[in-house]
């Protein structure tokens, strides 16, 4: 069963506004490709340049901005045509155009204009991914393709507990399949 998870960086998100009209921009790369992002201690997950790119081309995706990864509080959407997303070499760079109207929204666009929130966060459904155990003990995630769900502004762009239990029941069941490979082994040397 796939488990949604969250990934939270810093990023330089800026801001700026639509001449006549009542609208204003947030935009920065919500993603950042192939750099490491560690989760807990020993264990690291990379989101890498194909990832998006079979779910940002599936043919009516809605993915959404929202503040805080709050559902209440929709920034912008695809569907809406308020959220563009495109993937370059870098990462996965997008464009709110919010709606100063909005209460919610007006507050978002002045938290990061102000600098209080220069957090980025998105969510998403690992569809094929890499496990890679280090020699060292640790472990890493390469996500391959993944189905974006939702990008938000965050202001704490860190892991949180409940956000990386699906890794962490991952790696026990690594080291559970890895202790009954050793001991089935163990069994075939001493049946000989």
């Known amino acids: 069963m796939l488990n949604k998870r969250h ?8 801001t700026h506004s639509i001449e006549d009209t009542n609208e204003a921009i947030i935009e920065g790369y ?13 264990a690291y997950e990379e989101i890498t340049p194909q990832a998006f790119n079979r779910s ?11 503040d805080n990864h709050d559902t209440r509080i929709v920034l912008g959407s695809i569907a809406s045509k308020t959220l563009e997303l ?9 464009q709110i155009k919010i ?11 002045r938290k990061i204009q102000t ?8 969510g998403f459904y ?5 496990v890679i155990e280090r020699e060292d003990g640790t472990m890493k995630w390469i996500v391959k393709d993944a ?11 860190a892991y949180k507990q409940t956000e990386v239990a699906a890794r962490q029941k991952d790696v026990e069941k690594i080291k559970k399949q890895k202790l009954e490979q050793r001991k089935k082994a163990l069994i075939e040397r001493i049946g000989k």
Not at 56 to 63: A, I, P, T, Y
């Open 7 to 14: 990934m939270h960086f810093m990023s330089d998100l800026k």
């Open 30 to 42: 919500f993603v950042v490709f192939n750099q490491e992002t560690e989760l807990w201690k020993g």
């Open 56 to 66: 940002l081309n599936v043919e009516k995706v809605d993915v959404i901005a929202l």
């Open 86 to 94: 495109k993937v370059d070499e870098h990462g996965l760079f997008g």
């Open 99 to 109: 709606d100063l109207e909005d209460p919610f929204a007006k507050s978002a666009y």
């Open 115 to 122: 600098g209080k929130v220069r957090g980025c966060s998105f």
């Open 126 to 130: 690992p569809v094929k991914e890499e």
């Open 147 to 157: 189905d974006l769900l939702e990008v938000s502004i965050t202001a704490f762009p």
